[in-house]
C-alpha cells in the first residue's frame, strides 16, 4: 500500500515535469510564431515560460535524487572499504539533508515578503513561483532520511554505497542484459521508496 502511494507521488511529480516542459514549448514556439508571421505577442507567456522553467527544474532534482541521476564523483569512495563508503556517504547524505532543511527555512522566512512581491506582468505573488522549493526540500529530504536509514541500519550493501554509475557502464550494463545499480533509495530492497 505505502509503495503504490509513493510510486503516485513520484508519478504525480514525472506528470508536473511533463506539463511544464510542454507548457513551455507551447508558449516560448507560440510566441516566436506571434513574433514572425504576426508581429505580435504574448508577454504573459515570457513571464510564465520562466516560472515553469523554475519548477522544471526543481521538480527535475526530485526525480534526479530519486533515480540517482545527479553527478557524482565516487572514485575515493569506490577504493575505499566498506567501513569507509559507509562514513562517506553517511556525511555526504547528512550534508544534503542540512541543505534541505536551509532551502525549506530560508523559503519559508521569506515567504511574507514574497506573498507582497508581485510578478510584473501576471502580478501573482511570487510565493507561488517559490513554493516549489517546499516540495523540492521536503521531498529530497525523505529520500535522503529513508536512504540514511538504510545505511545506519545495515540494510544497505557497499556495493550500493556507489554514487554514480556512468553512461558508458550503464548502457554496457543495459545491453549485457542487467539493470544498472542507481543511487539513492533507488535500488534499496527492503524498506526503500521503489
Sequence with gaps: MLE????????AI??????????MVVMVF????????????????EEVSRFLYIWLTFLGAITGVR????????????ILPALGRKVCVVVGESLTLLCCGLFF????????????NLAPVTEIP????????????????????????L???????ADELIQAVDIEERSALHQAGVDA??????????????
Excluded at 105 to 116: K, R, S, V
Excluded at 129 to 148: E, N
Aim: hydrophobic letters at 50%.
Design 181 to 194: 545499480p542507481v543511487a539513492g533509495v533507488a535500488n534499496a530492497s527492503a524498506g526503500g521508496l521503489r
Design 151 to 157: 545505511i545506519l541500519t545495515g540494510r544497505m550493501s
Design 126 to 149: 511570487m510565493e507561488w513561483v517559490y513554493s516549489v522549493v517546499y516540495l523540492c526540500a521536503g521531498s529530497i529530504a525523505v529520500l535522503v532520511a529513508v536512504r540514511l536509514a
Design 105 to 116: 527555512w530560508g523559503t519559508w522566512q521569506q515567504h511574507d515578503i514574497n506573498m507582497g
Design 14 to 23: 514525472e506528470f508536473l515535469l511533463v506539463a511544464c516542459l510542454g507548457l
Design 67 to 78: 533515480e540517482g541521476t545527479h553527478l557524482g564523483v565516487d572514485t575515493l569512495v569506490k
Design 30 to 45: 507560440g510566441n516566436v510564431v506571434l513574433r514572425y508571421v504576426f508581429n505580435s505577442g504574448i508577454t504573459v507567456s
Design 4 to 11: 503504490r502511494v509513493v510510486n503516485g507521488y513520484f508519478k
